[in-house]
T-cell receptor, first 113, second 115 residues
Framework: EAGVVQSPRYKIIEKKQPVAFWCNPISGHNTLYWYLQNLGQGPELLIRYENEEAVDDSQLPKDRFSAERLKGVDSTLKIQPAELGDSAVYLC???????????FGPGTRLTVT | AQKVTQAQTEISVVEKEDVTLDCVYETRDTTYYLFWYKQPPSGELVFLIRRNSFDEQNEISGRYSWNFQKSTSSFNFTITASQVVDSAVYFCALKGLSNDYKLSFGAGTTVTVRA
């Protein structure tokens, strides 16, 4: 069974540029999560989807971050414009439902210069 | 509020040594779940174990074992006879109602196993 797929794995952009990350969850998983992981820290939840609905986006900085999961499968996380402090690893995870085990993708390492 | 503390930032051992990773948590929930994840250099977090707050039995899975002590709010993880492939960052995490069942991670412990 394929795991959670994320792309790109690495991205380097200049500040003020836009950037987008893509995630394809495990087939059949209804719940999708985006996490932010700063260097030397544990992941922190940005947003959680139940199918197409964003049920928890309280930690998402909505002035510059946006996310979508239009068909309840793939998801895209966007930052516009990027700031130096956004340099981090962005992890996507999925689970069968809210209470299920979360399976993580390899992450996208973003460097903003 | 929930909090997970992994006091050890880095641990370095020689192959075949045992290594124990400490995890202390805080929560006001009576029902909660504790987890350990492994993050190898490839980056993805690998699920290792989940325990619920009502199950204090210790668990062993191959070279891995976990000691859950509710009285001290600890959920420690031991790797027996460590191998180079065990080198990774290990995260302890907590999930409970008071945090809307979000996973709260500790800062992680980097384990380096030297040949």
């Amino acid at each position: 069974e394929a795991g959670v797929v994320q792309s790109p794995r690495y991205k380097i952009i200049e500040k003020k540029q836009p950037v987008a990350f893509w995630c394809n969850p495990i087939s059949g998983h209804n719940t999708l999560y985006w996490y932010l992981q700063n260097l030397g820290q544990g992941p922190e939840l940005l947003i959680r989807y139940e199918n197409e609905e964003a049920v928890d986006d309280s930690q998402l900085p909505k002035d510059r971050f946006s996310a979508e999961r239009l068909k309840g499968v793939d998801s895209t996380l966007k930052i516009q414009p990027a700031e130096l402090g956004d340099s981090a690893v962005y992890l996507c995870a999925s689970s069968f439902n809210e209470g299920g085990e979360q399976y993580f993708g390899p992450g996208t390492r973003l460097t903003v210069t | 509020a929930q909090k997970v503390t992994q006091a050890q930032t880095e641990i370095s051992v020689v192959e075949k040594e045992d290594v124990t990773l400490d995890c202390v948590y805080e929560t006001r929930d009576t029902t909660y779940y504790l987890f350990w994840y492994k993050q190898p250099p490839s980056g993805e977090l690998v699920f290792l174990i989940r325990r619920n707050s009502f199950d204090e039995q210790n668990e062993i899975s191959g070279r891995y074992s976990w000691n859950f002590q509710k009285s001290t709010s600890s959920f420690n993880f031991t790797i027996t006879a460590s191998q180079v492939v065990d080198s990774a960052v290990y995260f302890c995490a907590l999930k409970g109602l008071s945090n809307d069942y979000k996973l709260s991670f500790g800062a992680g412990t980097t384990v380096t196993v030297r040949a």
